[in-house]
């Protein structure tokens, strides 16, 4: 059915182009340029007419469709993927259009390029994957997208960060609990950074310098927190210096 529906909006795409007025006569950067621009009858166009590489990069290494995700525009998005575009390339630094998409917050077209195959799991040049990306920006709503299909709650990117060590220290409580829901480990330790605190800890420190200490992370549920008493008398020297 899939397949049936990308004939059937390529056999549209090319009969609204063949009613239209003489072949553009353009260039890679005017294609980019009209993807910007958000102007999809010029897309369409070109994309029919020129025969440009629907996959060809910027100087920074975007794509086409990464230009599209960036701009949140869903008609240029399907156009783009099902003319062939690259659901999965990378950028100068990495990232896929999934990692821009989960950044603006866009369930829309998330949600068109998971329907494309897109790598939920894609790490970029810093190991953080689209969910990595999505927590920071406390995207709930995408945050449980990408885990429902099938995004890993305890990758760790190149600094030893997982999803929950971001979220912990970020405090976004819905976040949080979404992902101890979905199996990550409150006691995931940190092993890249100078810090090497647990969760629990990097919680405890953000409180206690928030002159917060009489309270527990009210985000975590309280199973897990019964060692906090004996942590925080340990762990205040520390981060007093």
């Known amino acids: 059915m899939k397949h049936f529906n990308q004939i059937a909006f390529l056999l549209s795409l090319v009969i609204n182009c063949l009613s239209h007025a003489t072949p553009p006569d353009a260039t890679q950067p005017d294609f980019h340029q009209a993807v910007v621009a958000g102007n999809f009858e010029q897309v369409q166009q070109v994309l029919l007419y020129v025969g440009l590489d629907v996959n060809a990069a910027d100087r920074r290494g975007n ?101 929950l060590h971001l979220a912990a220290e970020s405090n976004h409580k819905g976040v949080i609990k979404l992902l101890l829901d979905n199996g990550e480990k409150v006691n995931t330790v940190n092993k890249q950074s100078n810090r090497t605190g647990t969760v629990i800890l990097l919680k405890v420190e953000k409180n206690l310098r928030e002159g917060q200490q009489n309270k527990p992370p009210e985000v975590l549920p309280k199973r897990k927190v019964l060692i906090l008493q004996n942590i925080k008398i340990n762990y205040t020297a520390s981060i007093k210096t």
């Open 63 to 163: 794509t086409p469709l990464h230009l599209a995700v960036e701009n949140k525009n869903k008609a240029i998005v399907r156009l783009l993927l099902y003319s062939y575009a690259n659901v999965n390339a990378v950028d100068d630094y990495g990232q896929t259009p999934l990692h821009a998409a989960a950044m603006n917050g866009n369930k829309p077209i998330v949600l068109l390029l998971l329907d494309a195959n897109a790598d939920v799991n894609a790490s970029d040049n810093d190991g953080n994957t689209p969910l990595h990306v999505a927590l920071w920006k406390d995207h709930e709503v995408i945050v449980d997208l990408l885990i429902k299909r099938g995004a890993k709650v305890d990758t760790a990117n190149k600094f030893g960060e997982t999803p």
